[in-house]
């Protein structure tokens, strides 16, 4: 776990529906073989054992549920998650979000079940809370760059760098992730530069004409 990430959230992007979605899932692979990257996929629930099974991409889940399992119509557990073969997940994106028990909740059973835990905050604030609940990662993304065309190490790098340093102080075992706008190898290589330890990204590469293409670029800050 000490390679940089680079994670990629499929969301539930049209572009990705049906065999485009497997189709990304092995560009992530692909590159990731070719370049020694650390690529994860996160693909739509409907996706996921299928994309972990057969693709053999690290596979982290979008989101979980904070329920037991047993009669939960509907809902995804974390026993669902880890047979289905993904190895993570995301918990509390900002399109997604859970209430602070349900995170802290959900860390401690993903930790039980040997699962990555990546907490998704909006500043340093909430990732102070986020780290203190002792998740694998936090990963700060302000709300209003998601989806945008400016990334967070340009718009506001001291979000990035503030975020860092108060995780540290709360527990050097938890590494930060950026998100938010990022594009680009200069955009990795800054969030490293931060002191961050990869990004989280979505449109950037699920929307590009050339996934495979941006991958690289991305991989090449690695």
């Known amino acids: 776990m000490n390679k940089p990430l680079i994670v990629v959230n499929f969301k539930a992007y049209p572009e990705v529906c049906g065999d485009k979605g497997i189709d990304l899932a092995e560009a992530c692979k692909k590159v990731a073989d070719e370049t020694g990257a650390r690529i994860v996929a996160c693909p739509q629930m409907v996706d996921l054992a299928l994309t972990a099974q057969t693709v053999g991409c690290e596979t982290w889940a979008q989101s979980i549920d904070a329920v037991e399992a047993g009669g939960r119509t509907g809902h995804t557990t974390i026993e669902a998650v880890k047979g289905a073969g993904a ?68 718009a506001d790098p001291s979000i990035v760098s503030s975020t860092v340093d108060m995780v540290r102080n709360i527990d050097k075992g938890v590494k930060v992730l950026c998100g938010a706008g990022v594009k680009s190898s200069e955009d990795v290589s800054k969030a490293v530069e931060l002191g961050a330890s990869g990004v989280l990204l979505a449109s950037g590469v699920v929307k590009a004409r050339d996934p495979v293409g941006v991958l690289r670029d991305l991989s090449s800050a690695i």
């Open 87 to 154: 190895v993570g997940t995301l918990v509390n994106h900002s399109e997604c979000r859970k209430l602070l028990f349900d995170t802290g909740n959900l860390i401690e059973r993903c930790r039980k079940e040997d699962l990555i835990s990546c907490v998704c905050t909006n500043d340093v604030r909430v990732s102070k809370a986020a780290a203190a609940m002792g998740p694998d990662y936090v990963a700060v993304e302000p709300p209003e760059l998601i989806g945008g065309d400016i990334s967070v190490t340009t």
